[in-house]
């Protein structure tokens, strides 16, 4: 991970807005690259490590959350068709170009409790745009993602895939019956047919 920690030309009051109101001592700052990560997973780990969940001494009642710092948030990637909104509706590419870092707070937003903690904890949440940012004078972690576990498919398909492989192989399995009844069969036939041939003659043929 590539961390640029030299001048930052951002807005500095909203990148310091509230870090007065939390206590940083004891803290670790992490930082999360979304640069090609996909954006509920990133979410999701962002959500696990701002209320301390991968810490053994977790109480869902204390804050003991880490800073979390998310770089290049422009280029975060999505899956599937997604909006931003209830009754207004706009789509997340226009989201992204109007402003990429709300996307990530709002996906990390809505995985945290709704409760007196969640404030502290959106706090503790710094989020730029690109990989520039102006914490490099405290002790920073690069975070690194866990691997990703693909699934080849979801559960409903995979089981109306072996529902389909079943019913084909039934169907394999009648169709093998069939033909060895046939196959039985066919040599007594032709044998009745040979004596009936030789009894009667060339009428029976005709």
Known sequence: MVMNCGAFNGNMKKALAGLRRINLEGLRWRVFDAK?????????????????????????????????????????????????????????????????????????????????????????????????????????????????????????ARRAMIRAQNKAEEKQDEKSKSTRVKKSVRPEVLLMSEKMKQTFGSSFSS
């Open 36 to 156: 090609g990560q996909i954006l509920g997973r990133l979410a999701s780990q962002i959500a696990t490590v701002v209320q301390g969940k991968d810490k053994p001494t977790y109480t869902p009642y204390r804050e003991d959350g880490d800073m979390c710092i998310v770089l290049n948030a422009k280029d975060v990637c999505v899956t599937g068709r997604k909006y931003i909104g209830n009754l207004k509706e706009r789509s997340l590419k226009d989201q992204l170009a109007k402003d990429p870092t709300e996307v990530i707070r709002k996906a990390v937003l809505r995985m945290l409790p709704r409760n007196k903690l969640r404030d502290d904890r959106d706090r503790k949440l710094r989020i730029f745009v690109g990989d520039e940012h102006p914490f490099g004078d405290r002790p920073l972690e690069p975070y690194v993602m866990p691997p990703r576990q693909v699934r080849e498919m979801r559960p409903r």
